[in-house]
Each structure stands twice: as structure tokens, then as C-alpha cells.
């Protein structure tokens, strides 16, 4: 069961229990636009106390460029190095996992941070924002109206928020191709925006997984490449480590499968009822606090 903390004491003392705070963004940090009150105290406290501050997003909608300009814009500090996004890794997993050849293509269903993570990993692009597949216009595969590219040798899906019948459709046709990867940037299917959830990337990409009837390779939260891109680049002790999540089936299995301890926040996507009660879920974190600002009071211990 997971322990319910609510006291300065109890605050301080996970403070002491972990050298390492991997945190997801939104729902955590800020939603949509809105920073989560306390959230900049806990983030100074933990950098006063030489804490190593991370930041694990599964949004895919900016690069870690443009990630780095909102925590500027919403006054929170952090440094590029500490930021990870699932367009990045995404990025990465093609150009070094897959190390798919230059000369060959990705098709994108996605929006520019993830095309710009792409093109800093020497990738080149179709489709994403490109105004020729951001159309309404009816698609078909009449080859006078679209010649497929032969170099295109995998898709990527990631939150869309023009996504269209276009994109779905050449998406389909490449993905069917024999060889051809299929990958999402992460499969969440919701969002917390400002004003209540939406649709997330995995609500974008399921009209595909459903038509070409097999899953993607995932490369954000919970899988193990989000992992293995931060430990290439970030030394961390998993045993003195937490990852901070408002997601049970992304943020909190992430950090299970990393054997890392687990932080719950309630700010988010999960609710009370989704952890207590006879419908709670079978993943637990290990601790869970209403706001990640409410961890500000551990400064009066
Ligand atoms: O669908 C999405 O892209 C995600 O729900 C969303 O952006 C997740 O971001 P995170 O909570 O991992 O920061
Ligand atoms: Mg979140």
C-alpha cells in the first residue's frame, strides 16, 4: 500500500532518502500554462540541498529547446542537460538504436518540437507539419495524387493536435510497408490542459495501431529507452533516486521498472479513487502527496 505523507517530518525525511528527483512536467510541474503552486520553492529547496533535478516529459510537442524556453517563461529554473522529452528520445532511439541510414525517411504525425529533435539528430522529415499533409482536402491513393516516397522507412506518432485523415492515411500505407518501424513518441491518453483533460499522443496514434491491428515501439514513459537515454547521459544511484509522477500506467511504472522509488502527486491525470477502493490499480506507487508543492513545508522540520 502506498504510504499517504502529509507532515513537515515526513516531507524531510524523503527529501533525505533521495539524492536524485526525476520529475514528469505535466500535471506535476505546471498544467498547460499554469505552474502548480509551491512547485518553485520544492525545486529551490531540493537545489539548496545539492539535490539532482531531472525533468521527464512524455510530451512530445516541443523539443528540449522549446521545453527549456516554457520553464523559462513560467519562472521555473532548469538547465538543458536536465531536461528529457519523448521527442528526444525518440529522435535518439532512431538515430542510434535503429541508426537508420541518411539517405532514408521518417514519416511524422506530429507537431515542430518533435520534427526539430528529429532534424538535430540528422533525420530527415515527411508529413508533420508540412502544409501539403496539414489539409482537410478528401485522400486517396489515386498515384496522380500522391506517389509515396520509397526512402521513408518508419513512422512516427506523437501528439497531433492537426491530425488529420491525410496523415493517418500515409502514415498507414508506409507503416504497412515490409521493414518499416512504427513508433510513438508515447502513448498517453489523456492530458491535463489549463482547463481539463484532452486527448493525448496514444489517442493520436490508436487510430493506427487499430487499423494496422500491432502496437508502435514506444520510446516515452514506461519504456526502458526513456530510461536508457537518461542514464547515457546522467550518473544516478537507482537505490537514492525518485521519480515524481501524476500517471500510475507512465510516470510510476517508469520508475518501478528502473527500481526506482516512486512519488505519486494527485494534481494531475490520477484521482483518489484510482489508488484506493475496490477499483484502485494494480500500480503502486510508493508514496503519494497531494501537490508536489506541499513538499515545500519540509523546510520547518
Ligand atoms: O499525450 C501527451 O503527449 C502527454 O499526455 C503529455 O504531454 C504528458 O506529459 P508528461 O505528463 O509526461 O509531462
Ligand atoms: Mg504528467
Redesign the pocket.
Known sequence: MAQRLSTAEEYEALLEKHDTWLF?????LWKGDHVIEGVTQVLDLLRRRNKKVVF??????KSRKTLLAKFKDLGVQAHVDEVYG?AYTAAVYISTVLALPKHLKVYVIGQSGLEEELHAEGIQTLGGTDPADNTLAPFNLNPESWKPDPDVAAVVC??DTKVNYTKLSKAFAYAQKEGCHFIA??T?????SSYGLL??????SAPLRYALGKDPVVC??PSGTMLDVIKAKIHFDPARTIMV???LN??IEFGKHGGLATLLVLT??TAESDITGPNASPTVPDYVVQSLGDLRLADKA
Open positions: 514528469d512536467c505535466d500535471g506535476v521527464v516529459t512524455n510530451n512530445a510537442t519523448s506523437g501528439l513518441t508515447n498517453d491518453s489523456t492530458y491535463p486527448p493525448g499522443a496514444g489517442s493520436i516515452g514513459k509522477g501524476d500517471r507512465t510516470d494531475g491525470i
